[in-house]
C-alpha cells in the first residue's frame, strides 16, 4: 500500500504544503524515500500512536529516522482516560529511540 501511495505522490503535479502520515507503519526505508522524494519530501510528517504502532517491533528503528520536525505524537485513542498513558507511553518510546 505504501509503494502505490508513494508512486502516486511523487507523480503528482502538486500536492498540499503538507502531507501527515497518520500511524505511520512502514519501514525505515519507505520513512526515507517518502523524506528525500523529489520536490515534495520536505512536506511528509509522521504520526506515531501506542495503539498502533508499538503492535510492531521496528517501530523504534523508524522513529530513528524520523527528522526531528517532523515527528508527531498521537493518542489515536476514542476513551478519553486512555489517552494520557497512551500518550505518556509512546512518548517514552520516541524519547528512547531518538536518545533524548
Do not use: C
Not at 519501514?27 to 498502533?52: C, I, P, W
Amino acid at each position: 500500500a505504501y509503494g502505490d501511495m508513494f508512486d502516486i505522490l511523487r507523480q503528482a503535479p502538486t500536492l498540499p504544503p503538507a502531507l501527515y502520515l497518520h500511524s505511520f507503519g512502514g519501514k525505515a526505508g519507505m520513512l526515507n524515500s517518502f523524506v528525500k522524494m523529489k520536490r515534495y519530501g520536505d512536506r511528509f510528517y509522521f504520526g506515531f500512536s501506542a495503539g498502533v504502532n508499538l503492535r510492531s517491533p521496528k517501530t523504534p528503528d523508524v522513529i530513528k529516522m524520523v527528522p526531528d520536525e517532523r515527528l508527531l505524537l498521537e493518542s489515536d485513542l476514542e476513551d478519553p482516560l486512555q489517552v494520557k498513558p497512551s500518550l505518556q507511553r509512546m512518548l517514552r518510546v520516541i524519547a528512547d529511540a531518538k536518545g533524548w
